[in-house]
């Protein structure tokens, strides 16, 4: 008698990030990485070196994450971790991080909230940021504290995939275009505390732009 063996298969990884979440990071590299200035006549890809953000294969991936954006898929957290990466290898990681969060924030107001008293406003684009990065990540990330604007998390994906901390100002960026599109004035949203220095939690905060 042939004794019977148990095959277990690993378990797929859940897709629960928005492809709109890679697709932000891809055409920001894209937008970093364009030549600011180009002479009459000049070839671009023999006078420049070549940059991330001007091959064929981020082209054709923004396409393709630019459809799966349209029909709704997801990305699972290893698919992300990877496109971070890529960025975390870049000089000016922190910078294109900001810009990612800024365009995924969109706008979270309308003209109805803008008429709202600023506290008020306040109030409701919690909730909003709240609602808006779960649908984007496919998890709540983090929870509001006690304050005018004070967003705490831990054990965040950011936090997993970059040890270094930059992929944290994916979140100030996001909230910080969120904020001034509802208060209608400049503000900063700064990181207080970061669980990659060691933090028990990563908080960000909103500081007047004055206050700097």
Same mark, same amino acid.
């Given at each position: 008698?042939t004794?019977?063996? %148990? ?5 797929p ?8 979440? !890679? ?5 920001? =590299?894209?937008?970093?990485d ?6 009459e006549d ?6 420049l070196?070549r ?14 994450y ?25 000089p %000016?990681?922190? &910078? ?16 109805m ?8 406003r ?6 909003? =940021?709240?609602? @808006?990065?779960?649908?984007?990540f496919?998890r @709540? =990330? ?19 995939v970059d040890?270094?901390? %930059?992929?944290?100002?994916?979140v100030?960026?996001?909230?910080q275009?969120?904020?001034r ?5 400049e503000?900063?949203?700064? &990181?207080?505390?970061?669980q990659t ?7 960000? !905060? ?7």
């Open positions: 008698m004794a019977s063996t %148990d095959v277990h298969l690993p378990t990884e859940r897709r629960r990030v928005a492809a709109s979440v !890679a697709l932000a990071l891809l055409q920001v =590299i894209q937008q970093q364009h030549p600011t200035e180009v002479f000049e070839d671009v890809s023999r006078t070196p940059r991330l953000g001007l091959s064929e294969v981020v082209d054709r991936q923004v396409r393709l630019r459809e799966n954006a349209r029909r709704g898929h997801k990305l699972t957290d290893s698919e992300l971790a990877e496109l971070m990466k890529l960025v975390m290898k870049r %000016d990681s922190p &910078e294109v991080f900001f810009e990612v969060g800024g365009r995924l924030a969109g706008d979270l107001t309308g003209s909230v803008r008429m709202l008293p600023g506290g008020m306040t109030f409701v684009l919690k909730g909003r =940021i709240s609602k @808006r990065l779960r649908r984007l496919g @709540r =990330i983090g929870a509001f504290a006690s304050g005018p604007f004070v967003l705490e998390g831990s054990a965040l994906p950011f936090v997993q040890p270094g901390g %930059d992929a944290c100002h994916l100030a960026g996001f909230c275009r969120a904020l599109d509802a208060l209608g004035k503000v900063l949203v700064v &990181e207080q505390s970061c220095r060691g933090q028990s939690v990563c908080r960000w !905060a909103m500081v007047e732009a004055s206050d700097g």
